[in-house]
């Protein structure tokens, strides 16, 4: 677990505590906004401890900067311990589990003398197979019930999987929804519609007339193995592969402002609930009410409008400043994937002996996959050759050869079809080596057309080792992009550490350009890099990495993650048409 994650649950346990001891909305608000955006950073919070920038992270007052002062240089935060030692640790357990608030945790905790964290998980589930749980005041069978199947998700390990998974679940139930006649429409909500990286819940939304209709044409989908619970306007269903989506019914009428609800963060609604009531408005998915009249709402556009701000995307509907622009009108056009024109970032099946894997598309069906998607021009970016078994002679014959035979393979291609207007790059993915020199000599970088350099190992490296190795690899001329920068793989390797406001700076003195790589598992820059490489003028590429055809359609990942970060067309470079794009390049 990262530093920034444990900081940020020390933070929502002190809360917690406050919420349940004190009522004290106050400092339990403050405690989790602090929490949400130390967890959300890519920089290592003791990293900017040391460096004395704590007073930079937003939402992290002088009173908090003192704690995480204490937390740094003594290991613990003597306020906190106290605070801590109020409630019964178990309940800090219980609150892991979804669904599971800290009222919820706290009562079960002290009713039951749960006191030991490590327990706490196994007493539950004896106390609910003995039925003790049902006599908990205001805990109903129905609670019972939802407990059980949080402790069974929790025990099967699916938590948060990626969104390329989630889609993968949603879109065809969607894709059935969409077959009633009575579905006018129907959306994913949540995380899955801002698009994260990562999903928790799969909720779907049907915009309908007929509510009755809709909601038993979902229950028909093949897929469902059981319903768990239904209901007019919200069933909860548990599908064959084991995950469970809940549906939510919504007239036209209501359909913004359900959308609305269900799709932003905790912060960003808890921050669009507080403007409301300064109004004298309440928001809630059927509407904005004002005294006794709701005002209903088709769209979300027309929602935000009523509340004076300009319509909010809903990739950045985050608690992080989005809705002050949206009330000075300030959010920027973000990028499209139609904006789109080319990916550099693909690994062909030229067979040579590679330092990493190869990709399995021959350029024929690379090039039929880039027509498809109208692009202008693309990429071929091979890992280099192996560096420490070949010669540099060899090295250079595996280059040239590579050379020529996409150069024959383009003109066969363009022979064969109508269509001779996709350009092709020769380029190639070069390692970093840990001491920031590159895998390929400056004689063989200048037989490319440009090169992507990744860092492949050696991700234990100190903040300043790394930053200076990431420098010296971009120095070189023909070092065109920096290639999923963080090296991070979700739910497996955590990002390395450096110095990003530094290699920004360089990145758009030099112009350099940093990548957005699409692959799932990676979305890598993270979004909050991105807001501060595009703060900084450094320009973007989104790249898909792609081993074969089929993974250059997820270029939707990158053009979705690149809008969480707020970079529009004119930040990201292959926006630009081909004649441009060269002179970027250059």
Known sequence: MTVNRETAQLLERVAAVFRVKEGDTFRVKAYLNAAAVIDSLTEPLDELWRQQKLDTIPGLGKALIGYMDEYFSKGRVRHFDTQLKKVP????ALMEIRGVGPMTAYKI????????????ISQL????????????????????????????VKSSGKGRILISDALSIAEPFIYYLMLSPHTISAEPLGSLRRRLSTV????????????????????????ISSIITRGDKVSHVKLKNGFEVDIKISLPDDWGSLLQHYTGSKMHNIRLRTIAKEKNLSLSECGIKKGKKTNHFKTEKDFYRFLGMQMIPPEIREGAGEIELAQKNKIPNLIELSDIKGDLHIHSNFDFPSSHDQGNSSLHDILTKAEALGYEYIGISDHNPKYSDLSESETENILRARKKYLEQDIRAYEKSVKNRGIKLLIGLEVDIRPGGDLALSDKLMNLLDYAIVSIHSAFDKTREENTERIIAALSHPKATILGHPTGR??????PISADWENIFEFCAKYKKIIEVNAYPDRMDLPEDLIKSAVSKGVKLIINTDSHGVNHMEGVKYGVWQARRGFATKRDVVNSLTWKNLQTVLK
Request: aromatic share 6%; net charge positive.
């Open 109 to 120: 905790a002290r009713k039951f003398h749960l006191k030991d964290r490590d327990t706490a």
């Open 89 to 92: 640790a178990g309940m800090f």
């Open 125 to 152: 589930e004896k106390l609910i197979k003995d039925g003790k749980l049902s006599g908990l005041e205001s805990f109903k069978e129905k609670s019972v019930e939802r407990l059980k199947k949080s402790l069974k």
């Open 200 to 223: 928790g819940d799969i909720d779907l939304a049907i915009n309908t007339k007929n509510p009755t209709e809709s909601m038993s044409h979902a229950l028909s989908y093949p897929q």
């Open 489 to 494: 793989i979700i739910n497996s390797r955590e």
